[in-house]
Protein backbone atom coordinates (compact mmCIF):
# COMPACT_ATOMS: atom_id res chain seq x y z
CA UNK A 1 0.00 0.00 0.00
CA UNK A 2 0.88 3.64 -0.66
CA UNK A 3 0.03 6.84 1.26
CA UNK A 4 -0.08 10.19 -1.03
CA UNK A 5 -0.97 13.38 0.68
CA UNK A 6 -1.15 16.81 -1.11
CA UNK A 7 -1.93 19.94 1.19
CA UNK A 8 -3.49 22.74 -0.85
CA UNK A 9 -4.22 26.32 0.09
CA UNK A 10 -7.90 24.99 1.11
CA UNK A 11 -7.48 21.24 1.49
CA UNK A 12 -5.15 18.79 2.42
CA UNK A 13 -6.11 15.83 0.37
CA UNK A 14 -5.14 11.90 0.86
CA UNK A 15 -5.59 8.27 -1.01
CA UNK A 16 -4.66 5.19 0.06
CA UNK A 17 -3.44 2.85 -3.17
CA UNK A 18 -2.87 -0.23 -3.69
CA UNK A 19 0.95 -1.22 -5.08
CA UNK A 20 0.81 -4.48 -5.94
CA UNK A 21 -1.06 -4.16 -9.37
CA UNK A 22 1.96 -4.56 -12.19
CA UNK A 23 0.31 -2.12 -14.21
CA UNK A 24 0.61 0.28 -12.33
CA UNK A 25 -1.06 1.36 -8.26
CA UNK A 26 -5.05 1.07 -7.93
CA UNK A 27 -6.82 3.93 -5.49
CA UNK A 28 -8.49 2.18 -3.21
CA UNK A 29 -10.11 5.47 -0.95
CA UNK A 30 -9.23 9.01 -0.60
CA UNK A 31 -9.89 11.70 1.63
CA UNK A 32 -10.12 15.40 1.81
CA UNK A 33 -10.01 17.97 4.47
CA UNK A 34 -9.29 21.15 5.43
CA UNK A 35 -6.06 22.65 5.16
CA UNK A 36 -4.43 24.09 9.14
CA UNK A 37 -2.71 27.04 9.87
CA UNK A 38 0.29 24.78 10.84
CA UNK A 39 0.12 22.27 7.89
CA UNK A 40 0.72 19.49 9.51
CA UNK A 41 -2.28 18.71 11.53
CA UNK A 42 -3.96 18.73 8.54
CA UNK A 43 -1.73 16.45 7.06
CA UNK A 44 -2.70 14.10 10.15
CA UNK A 45 -6.23 14.77 10.25
CA UNK A 46 -6.31 13.77 6.22
CA UNK A 47 -4.88 10.05 7.10
CA UNK A 48 -6.38 9.51 10.38
CA UNK A 49 -9.61 9.98 8.24
CA UNK A 50 -7.96 7.76 5.44
CA UNK A 51 -7.30 4.68 7.61
CA UNK A 52 -10.26 5.21 9.29
CA UNK A 53 -12.29 2.92 7.14
CA UNK A 54 -9.88 0.32 6.55
CA UNK A 55 -10.61 -2.99 8.57
CA UNK A 56 -7.38 -2.84 10.31
CA UNK A 57 -3.83 -1.50 10.03
CA UNK A 58 -2.85 -1.23 6.09
CA UNK A 59 0.79 -2.63 5.41
CA UNK A 60 2.58 0.71 4.05
CA UNK A 61 5.37 0.68 2.15
CA UNK A 62 5.73 4.52 1.97
CA UNK A 63 4.06 7.93 2.63
CA UNK A 64 4.44 10.29 -0.09
CA UNK A 65 3.73 13.93 0.57
CA UNK A 66 3.40 17.09 -1.53
CA UNK A 67 3.42 20.44 1.20
CA UNK A 68 2.75 23.67 0.99
CA UNK A 69 5.46 24.09 4.23
CA UNK A 70 8.42 25.46 2.69
CA UNK A 71 6.92 27.43 -0.37
CA UNK A 72 4.53 29.30 3.62
CA UNK A 73 8.17 30.04 5.02
CA UNK A 74 9.60 31.96 2.43
CA UNK A 75 6.58 33.67 1.70
CA UNK A 76 5.77 34.80 5.07
CA UNK A 77 9.25 35.01 5.76
CA UNK A 78 9.26 32.65 8.85
CA UNK A 79 12.25 30.85 10.45
CA UNK A 80 14.54 30.93 7.93
CA UNK A 81 17.91 30.39 8.83
CA UNK A 82 20.69 33.50 8.75
CA UNK A 83 22.15 32.82 5.61
CA UNK A 84 25.31 34.11 4.22
CA UNK A 85 26.25 34.18 0.25
CA UNK A 86 30.22 33.70 -0.88
CA UNK A 87 30.32 34.04 -4.43
CA UNK A 88 33.69 33.14 -6.15
CA UNK A 89 33.75 35.23 -9.30
CA UNK A 90 36.50 38.09 -8.49
CA UNK A 91 37.39 39.86 -10.81
CA UNK A 92 34.58 39.31 -12.87
CA UNK A 93 30.66 39.97 -11.48
CA UNK A 94 31.54 43.06 -9.28
CA UNK A 95 28.86 45.30 -11.02
CA UNK A 96 26.25 42.64 -9.58
CA UNK A 97 26.68 42.06 -6.31
CA UNK A 98 24.71 38.69 -4.73
CA UNK A 99 21.23 39.39 -3.49
CA UNK A 100 21.24 42.46 -5.30
CA UNK A 101 17.40 41.62 -7.06
CA UNK A 102 16.21 40.22 -3.75
CA UNK A 103 12.94 42.31 -2.01
CA UNK A 104 14.39 44.00 1.00
CA UNK A 105 12.09 42.46 3.90
CA UNK A 106 13.22 39.02 2.43
CA UNK A 107 16.70 40.05 1.92
CA UNK A 108 16.82 41.31 5.87
CA UNK A 109 15.05 38.02 6.70
CA UNK A 110 17.90 35.93 6.30
CA UNK A 111 20.80 38.60 7.33
CA UNK A 112 21.78 39.69 3.84
CA UNK A 113 25.40 38.97 4.47
CA UNK A 114 27.59 38.39 1.18
CA UNK A 115 31.08 37.92 0.73
CA UNK A 116 32.53 38.92 -3.21
CA UNK A 117 36.19 36.16 -3.46
CA UNK A 118 38.25 35.25 -6.28
CA UNK A 119 37.84 32.28 -8.59
CA UNK A 120 35.28 31.02 -11.04
CA UNK A 121 35.42 29.56 -14.07
CA UNK A 122 34.72 31.18 -18.20
CA UNK A 123 32.07 28.57 -20.05
CA UNK A 124 34.46 26.07 -21.34
CA UNK A 125 35.62 25.62 -17.68
CA UNK A 126 39.37 27.51 -18.20
CA UNK A 127 40.05 29.06 -14.31
CA UNK A 128 38.91 33.08 -13.82
CA UNK A 129 41.29 33.43 -11.45
CA UNK A 130 42.62 30.54 -8.85
CA UNK A 131 40.41 29.57 -6.07
CA UNK A 132 41.06 32.90 -2.56
CA UNK A 133 41.27 31.03 -0.12
CA UNK A 134 42.90 33.55 2.65
CA UNK A 135 40.34 35.07 1.91
CA UNK A 136 37.64 32.74 1.94
CA UNK A 137 39.01 31.45 5.35
CA UNK A 138 38.45 35.06 6.49
CA UNK A 139 34.84 35.33 5.43
CA UNK A 140 34.42 31.87 6.86
CA UNK A 141 35.56 33.47 10.42
CA UNK A 142 33.48 36.68 9.93
CA UNK A 143 30.49 34.68 9.50
CA UNK A 144 30.95 32.78 12.37
CA UNK A 145 31.01 35.81 14.65
CA UNK A 146 27.85 36.72 13.14
CA UNK A 147 26.21 34.00 14.07
CA UNK A 148 25.18 32.58 10.44
CA UNK A 149 23.77 29.07 9.91
CA UNK A 150 23.95 28.37 6.40
CA UNK A 151 26.17 29.50 3.49
CA UNK A 152 25.24 29.32 -0.04
CA UNK A 153 28.51 29.26 -2.65
CA UNK A 154 28.10 30.31 -5.82
CA UNK A 155 30.67 30.23 -8.85
CA UNK A 156 30.48 31.29 -12.17
CA UNK A 157 30.04 28.52 -14.64
CA UNK A 158 29.85 26.05 -11.86
CA UNK A 159 27.69 23.52 -13.65
CA UNK A 160 30.36 23.83 -16.48
CA UNK A 161 33.15 23.18 -13.91
CA UNK A 162 32.24 22.54 -9.91
CA UNK A 163 35.77 22.33 -8.17
CA UNK A 164 36.25 25.55 -6.80
CA UNK A 165 32.68 25.51 -5.36
CA UNK A 166 33.22 21.72 -3.87
CA UNK A 167 36.97 22.87 -2.87
CA UNK A 168 35.43 25.48 -0.87
CA UNK A 169 32.99 23.60 0.55
CA UNK A 170 35.42 21.01 2.12
CA UNK A 171 37.18 24.00 3.27
CA UNK A 172 33.94 25.92 4.99
CA UNK A 173 33.26 22.30 6.40
CA UNK A 174 37.15 21.93 8.00
CA UNK A 175 36.65 25.07 9.40
CA UNK A 176 33.07 25.34 10.75
CA UNK A 177 31.86 22.02 10.46
CA UNK A 178 28.46 23.36 12.43
CA UNK A 179 27.66 25.49 9.08
CA UNK A 180 25.09 24.00 6.50
CA UNK A 181 26.63 24.51 2.91
CA UNK A 182 24.91 24.85 -0.40
CA UNK A 183 26.64 24.90 -3.74
CA UNK A 184 24.56 26.68 -6.76
CA UNK A 185 25.69 24.09 -8.60
CA UNK A 186 23.43 21.70 -7.13
CA UNK A 187 20.38 23.43 -6.81
CA UNK A 188 20.02 25.42 -10.10
CA UNK A 189 20.80 26.15 -13.85
CA UNK A 190 22.90 28.14 -16.33
CA UNK A 191 22.64 32.07 -15.42
CA UNK A 192 25.02 32.94 -12.41
CA UNK A 193 22.18 35.43 -10.33
CA UNK A 194 19.24 32.61 -10.69
CA UNK A 195 21.43 29.98 -9.48
CA UNK A 196 22.88 31.66 -6.98
CA UNK A 197 19.27 33.03 -5.84
CA UNK A 198 18.11 29.29 -6.13
CA UNK A 199 21.38 28.11 -4.01
CA UNK A 200 20.66 31.10 -0.92
CA UNK A 201 16.83 30.33 -0.76
CA UNK A 202 17.83 26.72 -0.36
CA UNK A 203 20.15 27.13 2.29
CA UNK A 204 17.86 29.68 4.46
CA UNK A 205 15.22 26.63 4.32
CA UNK A 206 17.32 24.29 6.01
CA UNK A 207 16.09 24.26 9.56
CA UNK A 208 11.95 24.45 8.03
CA UNK A 209 13.34 21.70 6.04
CA UNK A 210 14.39 19.42 9.50
CA UNK A 211 11.93 20.40 11.70
CA UNK A 212 9.25 19.91 8.53
CA UNK A 213 9.94 16.45 7.81
CA UNK A 214 10.93 15.34 11.73
CA UNK A 215 7.30 16.90 11.99
CA UNK A 216 5.28 14.47 9.68
CA UNK A 217 7.20 10.97 10.37
CA UNK A 218 6.26 11.64 14.08
CA UNK A 219 2.91 12.17 12.87
CA UNK A 220 2.90 9.07 10.93
CA UNK A 221 4.83 7.08 13.92
CA UNK A 222 2.00 8.69 15.86
CA UNK A 223 -0.75 6.92 13.24
CA UNK A 224 1.11 3.50 13.75
CA UNK A 225 2.64 3.93 10.36
CA UNK A 226 6.18 2.74 9.64
CA UNK A 227 7.13 3.56 6.01
CA UNK A 228 9.69 5.73 4.40
CA UNK A 229 8.83 8.84 3.70
CA UNK A 230 9.33 10.88 0.32
CA UNK A 231 8.45 14.33 -0.85
CA UNK A 232 7.25 15.26 -4.21
CA UNK A 233 9.46 17.80 -6.27
CA UNK A 234 8.18 20.48 -8.41
CA UNK A 235 9.05 18.70 -11.79
CA UNK A 236 6.83 15.43 -10.96
CA UNK A 237 8.89 13.44 -9.61
CA UNK A 238 10.04 12.32 -5.75
CA UNK A 239 12.59 12.70 -3.53
CA UNK A 240 13.28 10.76 -0.23
CA UNK A 241 13.44 12.65 3.04
CA UNK A 242 16.92 12.77 3.76
CA UNK A 243 17.35 13.96 0.25
CA UNK A 244 14.37 16.99 0.68
CA UNK A 245 16.32 17.69 3.80
CA UNK A 246 19.26 19.18 1.55
CA UNK A 247 16.99 20.30 -1.30
CA UNK A 248 13.81 21.83 -0.29
CA UNK A 249 13.73 24.16 -1.95
CA UNK A 250 12.87 21.36 -4.83
CA UNK A 251 9.57 20.50 -3.28
CA UNK A 252 8.74 24.48 -3.98
CA UNK A 253 5.21 24.51 -6.37
CA UNK A 254 4.77 20.87 -6.28
CA UNK A 255 1.57 21.10 -5.91
CA UNK A 256 0.29 22.02 -8.96
CA UNK A 257 2.72 19.72 -10.34
CA UNK A 258 1.46 16.59 -8.19
CA UNK A 259 -2.56 17.85 -9.68
CA UNK A 260 -1.06 17.27 -13.45
CA UNK A 261 0.42 13.90 -12.85
CA UNK A 262 -2.28 12.81 -10.80
CA UNK A 263 -4.36 13.87 -13.88
CA UNK A 264 -2.67 11.88 -16.54
CA UNK A 265 -2.40 8.70 -14.23
CA UNK A 266 -6.52 9.46 -14.62
CA UNK A 267 -7.27 9.70 -18.19
CA UNK A 268 -4.33 8.35 -19.71
CA UNK A 269 -4.05 11.49 -21.55
CA UNK A 270 -0.25 11.63 -21.79
CA UNK A 271 -0.18 15.23 -24.31
CA UNK A 272 -2.99 18.45 -23.42
CA UNK A 273 -3.80 20.67 -21.25
CA UNK A 274 -4.56 19.82 -17.16
CA UNK A 275 -6.98 22.70 -15.24
CA UNK A 276 -6.56 22.32 -11.50
CA UNK A 277 -9.63 24.16 -9.80
CA UNK A 278 -8.86 24.26 -6.48
CA UNK A 279 -10.43 26.48 -3.54
CA UNK A 280 -8.45 29.70 -3.82
CA UNK A 281 -6.64 29.36 -7.39
CA UNK A 282 -6.82 27.40 -10.74
CA UNK A 283 -3.64 26.01 -12.40
CA UNK A 284 -3.34 25.43 -16.01
CA UNK A 285 -0.53 23.51 -17.31
CA UNK A 286 0.74 21.46 -20.09
CA UNK A 287 1.39 18.03 -20.13
CA UNK A 288 4.41 16.69 -22.58
CA UNK A 289 4.75 12.82 -22.23
CA UNK A 290 2.75 12.25 -19.18
CA UNK A 291 4.71 15.18 -17.46
CA UNK A 292 4.38 18.75 -16.86
CA UNK A 293 5.77 20.84 -19.62
CA UNK A 294 8.70 23.11 -17.77
CA UNK A 295 9.44 26.45 -17.72
CA UNK A 296 12.61 27.86 -19.83
CA UNK A 297 12.11 30.92 -18.25
CA UNK A 298 13.23 32.50 -15.03
CA UNK A 299 10.66 31.76 -12.19
CA UNK A 300 9.80 33.85 -9.27
CA UNK A 301 9.46 32.69 -5.84
CA UNK A 302 8.69 35.00 -3.02
CA UNK A 303 10.04 37.86 -5.56
CA UNK A 304 13.10 36.59 -6.12
CA UNK A 305 14.32 35.58 -9.66
CA UNK A 306 15.59 31.84 -9.48
CA UNK A 307 16.12 29.28 -12.35
CA UNK A 308 15.03 25.89 -10.17
CA UNK A 309 13.14 23.58 -13.16
CA UNK A 310 9.25 24.47 -12.40
CA UNK A 311 6.33 23.84 -14.26
CA UNK A 312 5.24 25.51 -16.70
CA UNK A 313 2.13 26.85 -14.80
CA UNK A 314 -0.53 29.70 -15.34
CA UNK A 315 -2.27 30.71 -12.21
CA UNK A 316 -5.13 32.67 -11.75
CA UNK A 317 -7.02 33.52 -8.94
CA UNK A 318 -10.17 31.71 -9.11
CA UNK A 319 -11.41 29.29 -7.52
CA UNK A 320 -14.28 27.07 -5.81
CA UNK A 321 -14.03 29.48 -2.99
CA UNK A 322 -13.82 33.09 -4.70
CA UNK A 323 -16.09 35.36 -3.72
CA UNK A 324 -18.19 36.94 -6.37
CA UNK A 325 -20.06 40.63 -5.32
CA UNK A 326 -21.98 42.54 -7.92
CA UNK A 327 -23.33 42.00 -11.06
CA UNK A 328 -27.28 42.18 -9.58
CA UNK A 329 -30.68 43.77 -8.90
CA UNK A 330 -29.47 44.00 -5.48
CA UNK A 331 -25.95 45.17 -6.28
CA UNK A 332 -26.13 47.12 -9.49
CA UNK A 333 -21.92 47.12 -9.63
CA UNK A 334 -20.39 45.41 -12.19
CA UNK A 335 -19.91 41.64 -11.68
CA UNK A 336 -16.72 40.82 -9.80
CA UNK A 337 -15.13 37.38 -8.89
CA UNK A 338 -12.33 37.20 -6.31
CA UNK A 339 -9.37 37.95 -5.89
CA UNK A 340 -10.91 37.25 -2.17
CA UNK A 341 -11.44 33.63 -0.97
CA UNK A 342 -13.04 32.43 1.44
CA UNK A 343 -10.10 29.56 1.02
CA UNK A 344 -10.65 26.21 3.66
CA UNK A 345 -13.71 28.03 5.33
CA UNK A 346 -15.66 27.77 2.38
CA UNK A 347 -18.24 25.12 4.12
CA UNK A 348 -18.58 27.64 6.87
CA UNK A 349 -18.80 30.87 4.98
CA UNK A 350 -20.62 29.75 1.66
CA UNK A 351 -24.29 30.69 1.39
CA UNK A 352 -25.25 26.90 0.26
CA UNK A 353 -23.84 25.70 3.22
CA UNK A 354 -24.98 28.12 5.74
CA UNK A 355 -23.15 30.99 5.68
CA UNK A 356 -23.07 34.52 4.55
CA UNK A 357 -21.23 34.73 1.77
CA UNK A 358 -21.68 34.40 -1.73
CA UNK A 359 -18.96 32.15 -4.00
CA UNK A 360 -18.35 30.67 -6.93
CA UNK A 361 -19.44 27.32 -5.25
CA UNK A 362 -23.12 29.00 -4.57
CA UNK A 363 -22.81 29.41 -8.13
CA UNK A 364 -22.49 26.04 -9.61
CA UNK A 365 -24.95 24.70 -6.70
CA UNK A 366 -27.93 27.15 -8.26
CA UNK A 367 -27.01 26.05 -11.82
CA UNK A 368 -27.17 22.45 -10.61
CA UNK A 369 -23.36 21.60 -11.62
CA UNK A 370 -22.95 20.28 -8.04
CA UNK A 371 -24.65 18.89 -5.41
CA UNK A 372 -23.06 20.40 -2.39
CA UNK A 373 -24.40 21.98 0.99
CA UNK A 374 -28.37 22.68 0.94
CA UNK A 375 -29.25 23.59 -2.62
CA UNK A 376 -32.43 25.36 -1.07
CA UNK A 377 -30.23 27.88 0.67
CA UNK A 378 -29.16 29.23 -3.05
CA UNK A 379 -32.31 28.55 -4.83
CA UNK A 380 -33.37 32.24 -4.73
CA UNK A 381 -30.43 33.87 -6.39
CA UNK A 382 -30.91 35.85 -9.72
CA UNK A 383 -30.19 33.37 -12.41
CA UNK A 384 -28.85 36.33 -14.29
CA UNK A 385 -26.64 36.56 -12.15
CA UNK A 386 -25.47 32.85 -12.24
CA UNK A 387 -25.86 32.87 -15.84
CA UNK A 388 -23.29 35.40 -15.87
CA UNK A 389 -20.78 34.91 -13.32
CA UNK A 390 -20.55 31.17 -14.67
CA UNK A 391 -19.43 32.41 -18.37
CA UNK A 392 -17.10 34.46 -16.75
CA UNK A 393 -15.56 31.98 -15.00
CA UNK A 394 -15.76 29.94 -17.96
CA UNK A 395 -13.98 32.97 -20.52
CA UNK A 396 -11.37 33.06 -17.54
CA UNK A 397 -10.17 29.30 -17.80
CA UNK A 398 -10.29 29.51 -21.70
CA UNK A 399 -8.40 32.45 -22.05
CA UNK A 400 -5.93 30.53 -19.68
CA UNK A 401 -6.20 27.57 -21.62
CA UNK A 402 -5.36 29.65 -24.91
CA UNK A 403 -2.28 31.22 -23.31
CA UNK A 404 -0.79 27.58 -22.59
CA UNK A 405 -1.09 25.88 -25.61
CA UNK A 406 1.57 26.30 -28.03
CA UNK A 407 -1.07 25.58 -31.19
CA UNK A 408 -3.94 26.98 -32.47
CA UNK A 409 -4.89 23.09 -32.59
CA UNK A 410 -7.82 21.83 -30.53
CA UNK A 411 -6.45 19.40 -27.66
CA UNK A 412 -7.41 17.63 -24.84
CA UNK A 413 -8.17 19.26 -21.52
CA UNK A 414 -8.80 17.22 -18.10
CA UNK A 415 -10.88 18.74 -15.59
CA UNK A 416 -8.83 18.28 -12.00
CA UNK A 417 -9.79 19.76 -8.04
CA UNK A 418 -12.83 20.04 -6.35
CA UNK A 419 -13.30 23.38 -8.10
CA UNK A 420 -13.67 21.93 -11.24
CA UNK A 421 -17.69 21.98 -10.30
CA UNK A 422 -17.70 25.41 -12.07
CA UNK A 423 -17.20 24.36 -15.48
CA UNK A 424 -19.22 23.22 -18.43
CA UNK A 425 -18.22 20.48 -20.40
CA UNK A 426 -17.40 22.27 -22.98
CA UNK A 427 -14.32 24.70 -23.25
CA UNK A 428 -13.30 26.60 -26.69
CA UNK A 429 -9.50 24.68 -27.77
CA UNK A 430 -10.81 21.61 -26.30
CA UNK A 431 -10.82 18.81 -28.42
CA UNK A 432 -12.19 17.03 -25.41
CA UNK A 433 -13.36 18.11 -21.95
CA UNK A 434 -12.07 14.78 -19.78
CA UNK A 435 -13.53 14.59 -16.09
CA UNK A 436 -11.88 11.43 -14.50
CA UNK A 437 -12.86 9.55 -11.73
CA UNK A 438 -11.95 10.70 -8.21
CA UNK A 439 -10.31 14.07 -10.21
CA UNK A 440 -11.63 15.93 -6.94
CA UNK A 441 -8.01 14.20 -5.07
CA UNK A 442 -5.85 14.01 -8.53
CA UNK A 443 -3.08 16.09 -7.13
CA UNK A 444 -2.62 12.76 -4.22
CA UNK A 445 -2.96 10.62 -6.44
CA UNK A 446 -0.32 11.98 -8.56
CA UNK A 447 1.85 12.08 -5.55
CA UNK A 448 1.26 8.64 -4.14
CA UNK A 449 2.08 7.58 -8.35
CA UNK A 450 5.24 9.55 -8.99
CA UNK A 451 8.55 8.40 -9.88
CA UNK A 452 11.86 9.48 -8.82
CA UNK A 453 13.54 11.89 -10.85
CA UNK A 454 17.12 13.52 -11.31
CA UNK A 455 17.93 16.13 -13.87
CA UNK A 456 21.24 18.29 -14.57
CA UNK A 457 22.45 20.49 -16.82
CA UNK A 458 25.41 21.20 -18.03
CA UNK A 459 27.41 22.82 -20.91
CA UNK A 460 30.05 21.42 -23.17
CA UNK A 461 32.75 22.68 -25.59
CA UNK A 462 31.90 20.48 -28.55
CA UNK A 463 35.45 21.20 -29.57
CA UNK A 464 36.77 19.14 -26.89
CA UNK A 465 33.85 16.56 -26.50
CA UNK A 466 31.99 15.25 -29.46
CA UNK A 467 28.04 15.58 -29.24
CA UNK A 468 27.64 11.53 -28.25
CA UNK A 469 29.94 12.12 -25.66
CA UNK A 470 28.63 15.05 -23.54
CA UNK A 471 24.99 13.90 -23.78
CA UNK A 472 26.34 10.44 -22.46
CA UNK A 473 28.07 12.32 -19.27
CA UNK A 474 25.28 14.61 -18.56
CA UNK A 475 22.90 11.49 -18.68
CA UNK A 476 24.77 9.23 -16.16
CA UNK A 477 25.09 12.87 -14.16
CA UNK A 478 21.46 12.94 -14.35
CA UNK A 479 20.75 8.96 -13.71
CA UNK A 480 22.74 8.99 -10.71
CA UNK A 481 21.28 12.39 -9.37
CA UNK A 482 17.58 10.25 -9.47
CA UNK A 483 19.37 7.37 -7.58
CA UNK A 484 20.34 9.74 -4.64
CA UNK A 485 16.92 10.91 -4.52
CA UNK A 486 15.90 7.66 -3.79
CA UNK A 487 15.42 5.61 -7.60
CA UNK A 488 16.27 1.93 -7.53
CA UNK A 489 19.03 1.94 -10.19
CA UNK A 490 18.21 -0.44 -12.62
CA UNK A 491 14.87 1.30 -13.36
CA UNK A 492 16.62 5.09 -14.08
CA UNK A 493 15.82 5.70 -17.38
CA UNK A 494 16.75 8.92 -19.40
CA UNK A 495 12.91 10.64 -20.60
CA UNK A 496 14.06 13.90 -21.88
CA UNK A 497 17.40 15.06 -23.38
CA UNK A 498 17.53 18.46 -24.70
CA UNK A 499 20.19 20.54 -26.63
CA UNK A 500 20.50 24.30 -27.09
CA UNK A 501 23.54 25.39 -28.82
CA UNK A 502 25.00 28.68 -27.73
CA UNK A 503 25.73 30.79 -30.68
CA UNK A 504 27.18 33.79 -28.98
CA UNK A 505 30.04 31.94 -27.69
CA UNK A 506 32.98 30.03 -29.21
CA UNK A 507 34.58 26.89 -29.36
CA UNK A 508 30.46 25.45 -30.30
CA UNK A 509 29.65 25.54 -26.73
CA UNK A 510 26.06 23.56 -26.41
CA UNK A 511 23.54 23.54 -23.11
CA UNK A 512 22.73 19.86 -22.35
CA UNK A 513 19.59 19.05 -19.94
CA UNK A 514 19.05 15.40 -19.08
CA UNK A 515 16.22 14.20 -17.56
CA UNK A 516 15.87 10.67 -15.67
CA UNK A 517 13.04 9.07 -13.87
CA UNK A 518 13.17 5.43 -11.83
CA UNK A 519 10.81 3.77 -9.39
CA UNK A 520 11.01 3.77 -5.94
CA UNK A 521 13.96 1.77 -4.46
CA UNK A 522 12.30 -0.05 -2.02
CA UNK A 523 9.35 -1.49 -4.82
Known sequence: MFIGVDVGGTNTDAVLMDGSNRDGPNLLTGAKVPTTGDVTSGIVNAVSELLSGQPGPPSVRAVMV????????????????????????????????????????LRDAIGGLTYMIPGGHEFDGREIAPLGRPELQAAVQDLRRRGIAAVAVSGVFSPVNPSHETEAAALIQEAAPELRVCLSHENGRMGLLERENAAALNASLGNVAVQTVAGIKDALAALGIDAPLFMTQNDGTLMDADYAVRFPALAISSGPTNSMRGAAYLSGVRNGI????????????????????????????AGVRTNFRMPDMLSISLGGGSVVSGGSVMEPEPLRIGPESVGYRLTEQALVFGGDTLTTTDLAAAAGRARVGSPHRVAALEPQLVNRGLAEIQRRVETAIDQVKLSRYDVPVILVGGGSILLGDALSGASAVLRPEHAGVANAIGAASAQVGGQVERVYSLESIGREQAVADCSAAAVARAVAAGAAAESVAVVEVDETPLTYVPSSATRVRVKAVGNLALI
Open 66 to 105: GTTHFTNALLERRSLAPTAVIRLALPATQLLPPLVDWPAP
Open 274 to 301: VVDVGGTSTDVGALTNGFPRESDVAIQL
